[in-house]
Antibody, heavy 119, light 110 residues
Framework: EVQLVESGGGLVKPGESLRLSCAASGFNFRDAYMTWVRQAPGKGLEWIGRIKRNSDGGAADYAAPVKGRLSISRDDSKNTLFLQMDNLRTEDTAVYFC??????????WGQGTTVIVSS | QAVLTQPPSVSAAPGQKVTISCSGSSSNIGNNYVSWYEQVPGTAPKLLIYENNKRPSGIPDRFSGSKSGTSATLGITGLQTGDEADYYCGTWDNSLSGFVFGTGTRVTVL
């Protein structure tokens, strides 16, 4: 069974950092493009960014609002995707989902992890 | 800020049909495949339609997708109470070099 499980969310203060993890199983993670999506309370889905497989260079693309503060990385030896979030702001409060980006769509989603940024 | 526009809500009685529109531009829908996602409040989104009109395994044929020009449409026939959810369209945007979602549509079964 294909599965994605996020972890690492929590309550942090503005300006602090947090690293989210996404453990993948049931598919060839090494060959997968992976993405992060977030959803603020009561709002719609917002794409954060995507990381290519290492055989395609392993580069990450980001949405303009998060570029420079959020960064995506991966550890293929552990089938794990990461989202490093620095200088967090109150507007970063959201549920964060990882998803398998399969060619042109988000094929499988994790259950999400909640990040709350508040003083 | 979503760049794809959807109606905020649609509703119909059980057994009826609803359609949800998704309007974009040549930089996104006009030149890329569209996918659709269903999200029951409080849960993760789930892929419903990919490459404009294809259904993943396990998605009933009550759900259908189409695309014409810079717009796409999701159709749900034989509406059931279990279909009450938020529905989002999505596609790649060549100008933004990123994936974009629609504003989302809440489906209510009367």
């Amino acid at each position: 069974e294909v599965q994605l499980v996020e972890s690492g969310g929590g309550l942090v203060k503005p300006g602090e950092s947090l690293r989210l993890s996404c453990a993948a199983s049931g598919f060839n993670f090494r060959d997968a493009y992976m993405t992060w999506v977030r959803q603020a309370p009561g709002k719609g889905l917002e794409w954060i960014g995507r990381i290519k497989r290492n055989s395609d260079g392993g580069a990450a693309d980001y949405a303009a609002p998060v570029k420079g503060r959020l960064s995506i990385s991966r550890d293929d030896s552990k089938n794990t995707l990461f989202l490093q979030m620095d200088n967090l702001r109150t507007e970063d409060t959201a549920v964060y989902f990882c998803a398998w980006y399969f060619y042109n769509h988000l094929a499988v989603w994790g259950q999400g992890t909640t990040v709350i940024v508040s003083s | 800020q979503a760049v794809l526009t959807q109606p905020p809500s649609v509703s119909a009685a059980p057994g009826q049909k609803v359609t949800i529109s998704c309007s974009g531009s040549s930089s996104n829908i006009g030149n890329n495949y569209v996918s659709w996602y269903e999200q029951v409040p409080g849960t993760a989104p789930k892929l419903l339609i990919y490459e404009n009109n294809k259904r993943p395994s396990g998605i009933p044929d009550r759900f259908s997708g189409s695309k014409s020009g810079t717009s796409a449409t999701l159709g749900i026939t034989g509406l059931q109470t279990g279909d009450e959810a938020d529905y989002y369209c999505g596609t790649w945007d060549n100008s933004l070099s990123g994936f974009v979602f629609g504003t989302g549509t809440r489906v209510t079964v009367l």
